[in-house]
């Protein structure tokens, strides 16, 4: 079965730092382009970073210098680490597929369920 | 970077309706578009990619048109599961971006 499940949220106090992690099943991660989303409560989807398939990454303005989207081929596992955190980051982060082809772009078809960050002292 | 107005922001409907939603890009995207459904506490779903592609297991009530910059989902006819928030999503180019949403209620 193809799926993604994240995992790494929680609550963490402004100022500090967090990983969130994104394990995939039944596709292989490197060979796709894979996108973080998140979602601030009550407010619409939020596009903060992507790692394509030759390693190279891309990030939101809101999160340039202290996200860094990152994955590790032998585990199928997507990461984005998080630093500098600020109230305005609290949201639940989705993790998806970003689907492509020699023809171009399909936009994201499978995401994971969420993990929720909350910045707060 | 595309900015994706939606509209409306939110729309009363009875079941049976047909409901209409747009999407204007601040610039060309070819048909590089999709439309996702998000319903209280889940993560989104692909309805339609590339403007007007079904996916896979997706209701023929539901299709997509539009190309460039002005861009429709339309149901068909309204049931009683797609009462949700509604988003566009330009796949063009980075950084994605997504539209405002649109709440569709029971009337």
């Known amino acids: 079965e193809v799926q993604l499940v994240e995992s790494g949220g929680g609550l963490i106090q402004p100022g500090g730092s967090l990983r969130l992690s994104c394990a995939a099943s039944?596709?292989?991660?490197?060979?796709?382009?894979m996108s973080w989303v998140r979602q601030a409560p009550g407010k619409g989807l939020e596009w903060v970073s992507v790692i394509n398939s030759g390693g190279g990454t891309y990030y939101a303005d809101s999160v340039k210098g202290r996200f860094a989207i990152s994955r590790d081929n032998s585990k199928n596992t997507v990461y984005l680490q998080m630093d500098s955190l600020r109230a305005g980051d609290t949201a639940v982060y989705y993790c998806?597929?970003?689907?492509?082809?020699?023809?171009?772009?399909?936009?994201?078809?499978?995401w994971g369920q969420g993990t929720t960050v909350t910045v707060s002292s | 970077d595309i900015q994706m107005t939606q509209s409306p922001s939110s729309l009363s409907a009875s079941v049976g309706d047909r409901v209409t939603i747009t999407c204007r890009a601040s610039?060309?995207?070819?048909?590089?578009l999709g439309w996702y459904q998000q319903k209280p506490g889940k993560a989104p779903k692909r309805l339609i990619y590339?403007?007007?592609s079904l996916q896979s297991g997706v209701p023929l009530r539901f299709s997509g048109s539009g190309s460039g910059t002005e861009f429709t989902l339309t149901i068909s006819s309204l049931q009683p599961e797609d009462f949700a928030t509604y988003y566009c999503?330009?796949?063009?180019?980075?950084?994605?971006?997504f539209g405002q949403g649109t709440k569709v209620e029971i009337k």
């Open positions: 039944g596709f292989s991660v490197s060979y796709n382009y």
């Open positions: 610039q060309g995207i070819r048909n590089d």
């Open positions: 999503l330009q796949h063009n180019s980075f950084p994605r971006t």
């Open positions: 998806a597929r970003d689907t492509f082809d020699h023809s171009g772009f399909y936009g994201m078809d499978i």
């Open positions: 590339a403007a007007f």
